[in-house]
């Protein structure tokens, strides 16, 4: 596809289970970057990949949240027994480098944890 | 620490020219950037400074004085579908280039007939 797409675009849970969200980055980009943001708040950095290198998780709220990378393209980041501060959008962003100007955001996973 | 600030909401009229500030405070600075975003979409690429100065483009423009650790965004001749959210948003040169991003909460802007 010609831009970034997260799957699924809303996803409903129960308090207590895990979830997981998907992330396709533009092809070719080697950076990437998982965000949320709360309703009517900015967007909070959680973790950011560039190619093979270690990624930076210093956004990571707490170790319930983990993201994986895997063969340089898609992400997962997943969520574990789930609670409900955690509903929010989790958008999804790519890049061609870390230290390129632009990131392309994908439209985003709803997230609504009951 | 870091810290990013602009107002919350402006209200403008269709065809003025509003101004947004950003002020911020970070440990590391390699760039500014402001981002816009529609309800329900994700956020698009909007101007970048790196530089002190005025970055034009088109109807939009931005500034920034790192001195001062200000920026505004510049919109002129408003239309409707203006109305938005606008993210100020600083790379924060960390350990290492990790390229990540700090928001401040964004200012919502209504533009009105």
């Known amino acids: 596809g010609a831009g970034v797409s997260q799957s699924p675009s809303n996803k409903v849970t129960e308090k207590g289970k895990d979830v997981e969200l998907r992330c396709d980055p533009i092809s070719g980009h080697t950076a990437l970057y998982w965000y949320r943001q709360s309703l009517g708040q900015g967007l909070e950095f959680l973790i950011y990949?560039?190619?093979?290198?270690?990624?930076?998780k210093s956004g990571l709220p707490s170790d319930r949240f983990s993201a994986e990378r895997t063969g340089g393209s898609v992400s997962t980041l997943t969520i574990q027994r789930t609670q409900q501060e955690d509903s929010a959008v989790y958008l999804c962003?790519?890049?061609?480098?870390?230290?390129?100007?632009?990131?392309?955001f994908g439209p985003g996973t709803r997230l609504t944890v009951l | 620490g870091q810290n990013i600030d602009q107002p919350t909401e402006m209200t403008a009229t269709e065809g003025a020219i509003v101004q947004i500030n950003c002020t911020y405070q970070?440990?590391?600075?390699?760039?500014l950037f402001w981002y816009q975003q529609h309800a329900g979409e994700a956020p698009t690429f909007l101007s970048y400074n790196v530089l002190d100065g005025l970055e034009e483009k088109g109807r939009f423009s931005s500034f920034l004085s790192r001195s001062k650790g200000y920026s505004y965004l510049l919109l002129k001749e408003l239309q409707m579908k203006d109305s938005a959210s606008y993210l100020c948003?600083?790379?924060?040169w960390g350990s290492g280039n990790t390229g990540k991003l700090i928001f401040g909460q964004g200012t919502t802007l209504q533009v009105k007939p």
């Open positions: 990949f560039q190619g093979n290198s270690a990624p930076d």
């Open positions: 970070t440990s590391g600075f390699n760039g």
């Open positions: 962003a790519s890049s061609t480098s870390g230290s390129v100007v632009e990131q392309f």
């Open positions: 948003a600083v790379r924060d």
